[in-house]
């Protein structure tokens, strides 16, 4: 069993930048795929950004550019750069794992409902 615990939100104004982190325990973590989503008041939750175990990356298009995912293999841990934020980026973030498969295209990892594993979410607030 996967367990994820997310940490790094909070409350930034408009334009700044935020690094949220998710420590896995409980498994082998570079067998896994993991991924970033969000939900933000009365919407459902959506997909931010996914990596492999190899660092291959895969992004929601209107967030290329602005967030940058990474791994690190060694520490169990994925991270999640976020800058040049905007108010409409406020949303509970949570951190999400899923058993890497080869035949498996990146962007399957993308959807909620194929993810296994998932934290209990970090905040993230930007204000204008």
């Known amino acids: 069993q996967v367990q994820l615990v997310e940490s790094g939100g909070g409350l930034v104004q408009a334009g700044g930048s935020l690094s949220l982190s998710c420590l896995a325990s409980?498994?082998?973590?570079?067998?896994?795929?993991m991924a970033w989503f969000r939900q933000a008041p009365g919407k459902e939750r959506e997909f931010v950004a996914t990596?492999?175990?190899?660092?291959?990356?895969y992004y929601a298009d209107s967030l290329k550019g602005r967030f940058t995912i990474s791994r690190d293999n060694v520490k169990n841990t994925v991270y999640l750069q976020m800058n040049s934020l905007k108010p409409e980026d406020t949303a509970v973030y949570y951190c999400?794992?899923?058993?890497?498969?080869?035949?498996?295209?990146?962007?399957?990892?993308?959807?909620?409902?194929?993810?296994?594993?998932w934290g209990k979410g970090t905040l993230v607030t930007v204000s204008s």
């Open positions: 999400a794992a899923a058993y890497s498969r080869a035949t498996y295209a990146t962007t399957w990892y993308s959807r909620v409902d194929n993810m296994a594993y």
């Open positions: 409980g498994g082998t973590f570079n067998w896994y795929v």
């Open positions: 990596i492999r175990p190899s660092d291959s990356t």
